[in-house]
Nanobody, 121 residues
Framework: QVQLVESGGGLVQAGGSLRLSCAAS????????MGWFRQAPGKEREFVAAISWNGALTTYTDSVKGRFTISRDNIKNTMYLQMNSLKPEDTAVYYCNAGGSGEGTIAGPYWGQGTQVTVSS
């Protein structure tokens, strides 16, 4: 069983930065590709960024390329999302995911509870 807990969300002005963390528990979590997904009000959940089990491969949706950076620390069992140059359209609940396919770009069965990110204009 894998449990995921996100933190680091909040309210920030456009152009600001936030760093999200996802603390994972479970014996095999370091073997899983992981990813971040987000869901804005009235919209479907969408892929944001993913990282392979060893951190060697990262993938981003086009709208965040150059602004967001995904990373992981398998010793600490924690994944991060550094978000810079935030825009109002980044406002959403951000979810951590593990156990997916496509190097984490396709969601797996394990989800965190989500953390709210709100970007004011």
């Amino acid at each position: 069983q894998v449990q995921l807990v996100e933190s680091g969300g909040g309210l920030v002005q456009a152009g600001g930065s936030l760093r999200l963390s996802c603390a994972a528990s479970g014996r095999t979590v370091s073997r899983y590709a992981m990813g971040w997904f987000r869901q804005a009000p009235g919209k479907e959940r969408e892929f944001v960024a993913a990282i392979s089990w060893n951190g060697a491969l990262t993938t981003y949706t086009d709208s965040v390329k150059g602004r967001f950076t995904i990373s992981r620390d398998n010793i600490k069992n924690t994944m991060y999302l550094q978000m810079n140059s935030l825009k109002p359209e980044d406002t959403a609940v951000y979810y951590c995911n593990a156990g997916g396919s496509g190097e984490g770009t396709i969601a797996g069965p394990y989800w965190g509870q989500g953390t709210q990110v709100t970007v004011s204009s």
